[in-house]
């Protein structure tokens, strides 16, 4: 059979395929609130019934939270673990909701058709993209075009306490040649994007103490030690003039773009002038000898989430202060060391203080970047049938955040992801009005099942 | 008469003077807090009913808030005005004194007999002083040394709202050749102190605004500009690494110490290892070519005394503001111009800020320095006898922060002003269980009979 014949039918079984993702958005499986737990279960539950009306088979697994949905299908070819998760995020403030966030509808819109409601893009629709292909796949060939793992949590919007506990226990049954995820969005809302490069993320505390209390500044100014003037000075000298990050040893593993990916960005035609300008800024502030994307995307940074000391309400308090501390995170790229990297930016603190001045650190959180390693076929197989669906050629893209099962899949099973989905910016994910447009759900399903026609 | 007379009279009184002081301590005159207006209405009549009984015509003179007390007696020689304050602070928290704020009493301590109450130093007790003084002399002399202006005013300690209307509508009664407060302390608790240097204060606040909403790190980090980056570089600037004010021509109008009071200075054995240690620190922290007291009396800073932006609570978000801020204050000295410097600050800032980060400014109040004019005599005559008084040679001293009645002697009444006042440094002023020495308020009358006998 032809991949013709197969979207076709999933052309023609849109209006069903939209209304079998409606039936799931009506189910609110907010995994982090406990009032919502038989929603969590019932979600999965519809899940099993629906792998299984089209041949899966497929069971729910319990965990000491949400369960899981396992499934699986015997193919030819490759074996492919498909991931996504059916738990959504709470619904909060419902107040800027236009509809009931689990009472999902097509609303027209100016930009074209859109499936509104609570996990539409996050992660329901996405999800059921590939599911929709498979479905369309075994409904036109009888079979499926490979061996397949279906793996779906319930817990993804709560931390996924018992993700990897449960990819210990059952990694033989999970390990496959290559990792789907359906969890990305398309670069700039038109280009096809698989995403293989995560940023990863490093937090530090730092408090400067100067006098043993809060002192007058008409008595002491002058002669103490002000904490907020050294921590000032630190701060400053975090980046050159070249935005540059001045803490030793801090580039160390950090790779330089391979000239084919670096290459297929340049082509992107990402105008930073648009991204830049949708916030009120013009003019990219990394590394002065960097592109934009690269900025974002493949160099790490150094920044500063939160600063105080002192007086800091209404008016003025002449204080000289005892203490005064900064939150400062650090992305990380390539084989960047996040715990080599905390002690080296402790160190250059320390190394920067007057006498009278004692750090104290606390650390908030260590991990290395996500490198995907794109050697298995399927990476370059995908990208070169994603720009038939599109008009526009698939690009290998980086991300300034991170998704942790992927480095789990990799550590624990020592199994490659491979990260393409069809969300837009403008999906508005996580808050009030979320949607998925109906477009990357009819285009969604349809790349799903020429890539799964790609590498079979 | 001679002074001794005097001096014995003092001796032998000094049970009834504490007495009086007793009894003006136990009107509760908290002037900022309404419920008190009555007693603060009974402590000015207490005055008025005192400085009669040994014959100064006083009178009780109302205002919008609470009432002025004004007295005179005519003599020879120069005319004076002394001027104290009646009111006193709030007693919160109340819980930490160790007794009634207003049942004051003499206690035993391990440095001497204190007298224990709200406003016990400031300003009854220092006020009283002066007036026990005047009291001996008269009985011992049945005159005054001098002409005297008694001027006491009951709205010190919440912000002197009718104090500039008052001295205009009575500008001609007030004017005399030299005004007397006593409202400051000795120097280190024991060198008789006459304060010629106040230091001014001009604050600002400033608001650096980079993106137009907080941006997620993860998506905008490393492109987009972080205020925090940026507020840290510009307050890093604000000293240089000798301590210096990077602000252009902020020394312009900032005087050399004068050789005599240099000498005097080096004369006092200033321990700024102690005044340092007592906050736990060692190091001057000013310009480091002046000595810590110049940095403390005589030198202008530039203090950070807030800081702000970014998440500032538990944990850690990933977050970049779109606005950062600070409080700046300056303390000023000599013929510095609080305007000049403020426009000056404010254009340094401005042209330190990169492409995309836009300034606000706040003002927080601008008082010019009060470098006492001395070449009036009396300067010299209180000086040359107050070390008979207290075992050590009396200094024209600083202070780091402001009285500005002196100020509006100045500017309203043009007359010069000489402070000198018998408090130490452990009086805990403004603070819970509040305390003068009786050898503070002893020597302090004697201070004055010798002073008046001076100056007469």
Chains 1, 2 share one sequence.
Request: one cysteine or more; aromatic letters at 8%.
């Amino acid at each position: 059979m032809s991949l013709d014949a197969t979207l076709s039918r999933i052309d023609e079984d849109l209006p069903a395929a939209l209304d079998r993702l409606m039936a799931l958005l009506r189910i609110p499986s907010i995994s982090t609130d406990p009032a919502y737990k038989a929603d969590c279960d019932q979600a999965a539950d519809w899940l099993v019934a629906d792998l299984a009306s089209f041949g899966v088979k497929a069971q729910k697994r319990p965990t000491p939270g949400h369960p899981m949905v396992m499934g699986h299908v015997d193919g030819d070819g490759p074996h492919v673990l498909f991931y996504g998760h059916y738990d959504v995020q709470p619904v909060d403030p419902l107040n800027l909701w236009d509809r009931d966030p689990f009472d999902p509808a097509i609303e027209d819109t100016a930009k074209g058709k859109v499936i509104r409601g609570r996990g539409a893009s996050d992660d329901k629709g996405q999800l059921m993209t590939f599911v929709e292909a498979c479905r369309a796949w075994k409904e036109i060939h009888g079979s499926f075009p490979c061996k397949i793992t279906f793996f779906f949590e319930g817990e993804e919007e709560s931390g996924s306490p018992s993700l990897i506990p449960f990819l210990n226990e059952n990694a033989q049954e999970l390990k496959a040649d290559i990792a789907l995820i359906c969890d990305t969005g398309l670069f700039e809302s038109r280009v096809p994007a698989i995403m293989t490069q995560l940023r990863g993320l490093l937090g530090e505390e730092i408090t400067l103490t100067g006098p043993n209390k809060d002192l007058h500044s008409g008595m002491y100014g002058g002669a103490a030690m002000n904490p907020i003037r050294v921590l000032s000075k630190v701060l400053a000298n975090l980046h050159d003039d070249q935005g540059r990050i001045q803490v030793p040893g801090f580039y160390d593993g950090v790779p330089e773009l391979p000239p084919e990916i670096k290459a297929q960005w340049d082509g992107l035609g990402f105008d930073h002038g648009a991204f830049l300008g949708d916030v009120g800024l013009s003019h990219p502030a990394g590394e002065q000898d960097r592109s934009a994307l690269e900025m974002i995307w493949s160099r790490p940074t150094a920044e500063i989430n939160g600063i105080t000391g002192g007086y800091t309400g209404d008016g003025f308090k002449t204080v000289l202060p005892s203490k005064a501390s900064a939150k400062v995170s650090f992305r990380l790229v390539g084989q960047q060391d996040p715990h080599a990297i905390r002690e080296n930016f402790r160190a250059w603190v320390q190394a920067q203080l007057p006498e009278d001045v004692t750090a104290t650190f606390h650390a908030h959180g260590a991990s290395p970047a996500g490198q995907m390693t794109t050697t298995h076929p399927a990476f370059e197989q995908a990208r070169g049938v994603l720009g038939a669906e599109w008009g526009f050629d698939a690009a290998f893209t980086g991300c300034g955040g991170s998704i942790p099962v992927a480095g789990y899949f990799k550590s624990i099973l020592d199994m490659d992801t491979m990260l393409v989905g069809w969300a837009k910016d403008d999906d508005q994910i996580h808050s009030p009005n979320e949607k998925y447009d109906v477009e990357s759900f009819h285009k969604g399903i349809r790349s799903w099942a020429r890539i799964l026609d790609a590498i079979r």
